[in-house]
């Protein structure tokens, strides 16, 4: 009974703030805040206020809620540690493997032997805005990683 009330009164409290509103030719805030305020009699009427309160005051219901939250958290900790790179056991096995060297990967042709580098032109006969200048800084990249 007292939740009934005090949305009512919420409603239309909310419901002359938007006449004010509408008073001050601000007729879209005025329509926003008129919907804003007739949730909460919606609520009273179809019912969910009392269902709420009902449920509210018992400790089976928060029972329930709790192992929801344990769920959820379940849930998330699980997503994170997939996000993170550990994986599913399938996954792990596979990088294991491959770790010993029981996966073996085809190789690129030429691999292991030192790749030949192509002579450039000398610096006075390149034109100015040469390509090599452009790929100096991705060639450092590439010998710091030994490709």
């Known amino acids: 009974m007292l939740a009934e009330t005090i949305c009512s009164a919420v409603s239309a409290a909310g419901l002359g703030i938007a006449a004010v509103t509408a008073w001050r030719r601000r007729f879209l805030a005025a329509a926003r805040i008129a919907a804003y305020s007739l949730v909460p009699i919606g609520l009273v ?72 580098r192509p002579q450039s032109a000398p610096k006075a006969q390149r034109p100015s805005g040469s390509s090599d200048d452009d790929f100096s800084d991705i060639e450092a990249i590439l010998k710091k990683h030994g490709i």
């Open 45 to 116: 009427l179809t019912g969910i206020v009392a269902w709420v309160a009902g449920i509210a005051f018992k400790p089976t219901v928060w029972f329930g809620f709790g192992l929801l939250a344990v769920a959820w958290l379940l849930f998330m900790t699980t997503r994170a540690v997939e996000r993170r790179g550990l994986g599913t056991r399938k996954e792990r096995g596979a990088a294991g493997r491959a770790a010993r060297g029981d996966a073996v990967a085809p190789a690129a042709p030429g691999a292991g032997l030192p790749a030949a």
